[in-house]
């Protein structure tokens, strides 16, 4: 403060951070997971299966961040069994979401996985004891009824999955919910062990895989192999980190919404790239699944304003 002239000059204002950027982190991430299955059935098409390209792609991606987390590698000794969960619960998201990509039709396995706030309403309520409000009764119900129209099969006259592919999307979103409550139970540990784990864990659930299915190695140039690698090894930890980014510098609720964006980028990629077809019933119970989603990011933010 200068008294030179005897007037008190008016302090110089703090550096806030660029708003835009947390916004524009969480965009890129939602875009990026909103049209990975391209570059996925590109590589398929070169001859690199699913599930050779997911182990590949997170391999790479488990090195990179196991050299980030190298320095916090004690903490792996905390709580051993709920770290191995993450890391199963975790595998079997990406790898079921890669192949339900792969087989199924983009926007509507992208919309069932986003049924993940009605599972993570059910194992929050049954395994951290929350309770939902209002707005999280309204989020299961939409997302129930959502789910009941997308799956309605006339043949049997009840909801069920309608192929192989349906039923990875709703794996995936299941157990990224699990592995959303599990994130919670572990934050006091660093954020590059928890995503580590997660990501070695689709190595470990990726490979079992593999070893089941008995899949041939693939017979691709190392332009394929290198491909695969850098999506993993760049996109995949750009991807998390932007995310983890995003995430905190912004309320939960705002970057909730914000990555419904991967629905847009979904949904534009592929009606743009592909010839598929999504019915006016999958629109409907996408809608409902939306709008629940929506209201679970609502809920959010009134807790946040209830806890202040």
């Not at 709703?170 to 990224?176: D, E, I, Q, V």
């Amino acid at each position: 403060m200068s008294t030179t002239s005897g007037i008190s000059s008016p302090p110089i204002p703090p550096r806030t951070p660029l708003i835009w950027l947390p916004v524009a982190a969480l965009l890129f991430a939602a875009s990026f997971w909103g049209s990975i299955w391209y570059p996925l059935r590109q590589l398929e098409a070169a001859g690199l299966a699913g599930l050779w390209a997911t182990w590949i792609m997170f391999g790479s991606a488990t090195l990179v961040s196991g050299l980030l987390a190298w320095p916090r590698r004690r903490e792996l000794l905390a709580h051993p069994g709920l770290l191995l969960l993450l890391a199963l619960a975790g595998g079997w998201m990406n790898t079921a979401f890669v192949l339900a990509l792969l087989e199924g039709n983009v926007l509507r396995v992208l919309l069932l996985f986003y049924l993940s706030p009605l599972w993570s309403t059910l194992l929050g309520w049954w395994w951290l004891g929350e309770r939902p409000s209002r707005s999280g009764l309204l989020t299961l119900a939409l997302a129930t009824l959502g789910a009941v129209v997308m799956l309605w099969n006339p043949q049997l006259g009840l909801p069920w999955p309608q192929g192989w592919a349906d039923w990875l999307a709703l794996s995936a979103g299941l157990t990224f919910s699990l592995s959303n409550v599990l994130l919670r139970r572990l934050q006091h540990l660093s954020e590059s062990l928890r995503v580590f784990a997660s990501v070695a864990g689709v190595v470990l659930v990726a490979g079992v895989w593999l070893l089941l299915a008995g899949l041939d190695f693939p017979t691709v140039g190392l332009g394929v192999w290198g491909a695969a690698a850098l999506l993993g090894g760049v996109g995949i930890i750009l991807a998390g980190l932007t995310v983890v980014y995003g995430v905190s510098h912004m309320p939960v609720h705002r970057s909730a919404i914000i990555m419904l964006f991967e629905l847009v980028a979904g949904a534009v990629s592929s009606q743009w790239l592909t010839d598929e077809v999504v019915t006016a019933m999958e629109w409907l119970g996408g809608a409902l699944i939306v709008l629940g989603a929506w209201f679970a990011a609502r809920g959010a933010a009134e807790t946040n304003v209830k806890g202040t």
